[in-house]
């Protein structure tokens, strides 16, 4: 089946610095990917929508600076947290949409987690 | 204002026992509802969905019960097994025209199987 796949999983960086995480479609095309976000004990709540070929769309609240995404493929899209502080210590996620889907179904990357020291 | 309410953040059930895990919501637009399962440190995998149109849905041990009236949905397990200690995420989907969709989720409910 379909599967997402991210990378790094686990990342710690000093504060300041800029941490790039990738999201892989591995066996289809995704035009959309999304990027989220979990703080412990919360929801899973949505950051951007990453578009192939397009500016990603960000949620309310979400520093479009602050969180870089790049689309430049079918299959991949990426997340860099730039100059990174300790707030920013969270687990992200990607997913993409099961292609043909009619209910909305997400595939969802392992996550990767960042500890920003 | 939180779409999607997931109001038990954990659940302690003895394994081979009926869990039941309860999901409410306020949009009467929401089209479709879906249940993801989620271990520590890695991403959540889909586990069952179910139509707007449907009151229920099975899929071997899992089955999801929608009340549209009462705008409430939940998923039960039974037998419950240790291997399904974990997070459950309820999501609902809106379709939001073009192939759009927007999925909304609840904080979770942790499970936990007791042997």
């Known amino acids: 089946g379909a599967v997402v796949s991210q990378h790094p999983s686990w990342v710690i960086c000093k504060s300041g610095t800029s941490v790039k995480i990738e999201c892989r479609s591995l066996?289809?095309?995704?035009?959309?990917m999304f990027w989220y976000r979990q703080f412990p004990k919360q929801s899973l709540m949505l950051m951007a929508t990453?578009?192939?070929?397009?500016?990603?769309?960000?949620e309310q609240g979400v520093e479009k600076d602050k969180f870089l995404i790049n689309h430049a493929s079918l299959t991949l899209s990426t997340l860099t947290v730039t100059s990174a502080h300790p707030e920013d210590s969270s687990f992200y996620i990607c997913?993409?949409?099961?292609?043909?889907?009619?209910?909305?179904?997400?595939?969802f990357g392992e996550g990767s987690r960042l500890t920003v020291l | 204002d939180q779409q999607v309410k997931q109001n038990s953040p954990s659940l302690s059930v003895q394994e081979g026992r009926i869990s039941i895990l309860n999901c409410d919501y306020t949009n009467s637009m929401f089209d479709y509802f879906l249940w993801y399962k989620k271990y520590p440190a890695e991403g959540p995998t889909f586990l069952i969905s179910?139509?707007?149109?449907?009151d229920k849905n099975e899929d071997g041990r899992f089955t999801v019960f929608l009340n549209k009236s009462a705008k409430h949905l939940s998923l039960h397990i039974v037998p419950s097994q240790p291997g399904d200690s974990a997070v459950y995420f309820c999501?609902?989907?809106?379709?939001?025209?073009?192939?759009?969709?927007?999925?909304?989720f609840g904080k979770g409910t942790k499970l936990s199987v007791i042997p």
């Open positions: 066996d289809f095309q995704a035009t959309t």
């Open positions: 179910i139509s707007s149109i449907k």
């Open positions: 997913s993409a949409r099961v292609p043909h889907s009619n209910t909305g179904e997400l595939f």
């Open positions: 999501a609902a989907s809106l379709h939001s025209g073009a192939g759009s969709y927007q999925l909304t």
């Open positions: 990453s578009n192939e070929g397009s500016k990603a769309t960000y």
